[in-house]
């Protein structure tokens, strides 16, 4: 299991040493790997058991769905799979949420491949017997179940694409995705006490080196 703790970072909550700041269990689920396209990626997902981890101080399962889900990691074969299944889906997401640009092949396939995850889900159907309200909701009675729960949040967090500003992280190496939710709409920063200040430390380096070479 990875190094994880329920301890808060200011107002976020924590999984493998990194906080959860995206706003969104979506946006967090993305943000699991640390480094992206570098050689050690700091993917947090090693195991599914990680996973478990990570949904549950996400959100979106209980402590009593994740105690279930780990007593059925003993198959390792189609956990395994499922693992797979999950680290692919969110690249695939993090292509289609921060690739639009691009417009490219890949984009599409991107597109495609979350289309048919979403397309795939079987949520129950609960209606509440004092307001006679629906509600959808993905059981967790397996593994699979997981994989569905995640399918889901992005799908919430797709359906509201129009009226939620997500940003990549201005920091150098970063790309961490986040909602904006300032009045003035001007985060920059995944988090301002490490890419924030990392990008303080830098500007604060430059000015002095320029202020040292003026005179050359």
């Given amino acids: 299991m990875a190094n994880t703790t329920k301890t808060p970072i200011g107002t976020a909550r924590v999984f493998g040493g990194l ?27 090693k195991s599914f058991t990680d996973v478990i ?4 101080i996400s959100g979106l399962i209980t402590a009593n769905e994740a105690t279930s889900l780990s007593r059925q990691v003993e198959d390792g074969k189609s956990v395994m799979r499922i693992h797979r299944e999950i680290c692919a889906f969110r690249e695939q997401v993090r292509i289609v949420i921060a690739g639009a640009a691009a417009q ?7 597109i495609s491949q979350v289309e048919n995850a979403i397309s795939a889900l079987r949520p129950t159907a ?10 959808r909701r993905i059981e967790i009675n397996s593994p699979r179940d997981l ?19 997500i940003k990549t992280c201005g920091g150098s190496g970063c790309d961490w995705l986040f909602i904006d939710r300032t009045k003035a709409k001007r985060r920059q920063w995944c988090d301002t006490r490490t890419c924030g200040n990392a ?11 320029q202020k040292d070479t003026s005179g050359v």
């Fill in 147 to 165: 994989k569905a729960r995640i399918v889901s949040a992005i799908a919430e967090l797709l359906s509201r694409r129009e009226n939620v500003l």
């Fill in 104 to 110: 490219d092949a890949r984009y599409a396939r991107a």
């Fill in 19 to 45: 906080s959860l700041i995206g706003g969104h269990p979506g946006l967090n689920f993305l943000n699991t790997v640390k480094y992206r396209g570098e050689v050690e990626s700091g993917d947090t997902f």
């Fill in 126 to 135: 609960i209606i509440d017997k004092r307001s006679g309200m629906l509600t």
């Fill in 53 to 56: 981890t990570w949904a549950q």
């Fill in 199 to 209: 990008a303080r430390v830098r500007r604060h380096r430059l000015k002095h080196w």
